[in-house]
């Protein structure tokens, strides 16, 4: 009776030590690059400057957006001219 309650616990304890040795975990590391290159997005939306009468003096103004969106470091020149 010894003998069957001996063999239970040693094959308890085999057991439990193989069930730890399936549970451990592998670690490994590996390099990642990439290359970003510089790049901009212009977003509008509509300017309306309403009526215009062709006789009229003086400016006609009107108001409107322009966002800019670049990649970090990277410059750019907004030039707004009368289009001739």
Known sequence: ML???LS???LS??????????ASGVNGSFQVSATVSASC????????FGNYNSG???DLDA???????????TSYTID?????
């Open 63 to 73: 108001t409107g957006q322009l966002g800019v969106a670049c990649t970090n470091d």
């Open 56 to 58: 009229q003096n003086g």
């Open 13 to 22: 304890i085999v057991l439990c030590a193989f069930s730890e040795a399936q």
């Open 8 to 10: 239970i616990i040693t």
């Open 41 to 48: 997005s212009v977003s509008t939306n509509d300017l309306n």
């Open 80 to 84: 707004v001219g009368t289009g001739l």
């Open 3 to 5: 003998n069957k309650y």
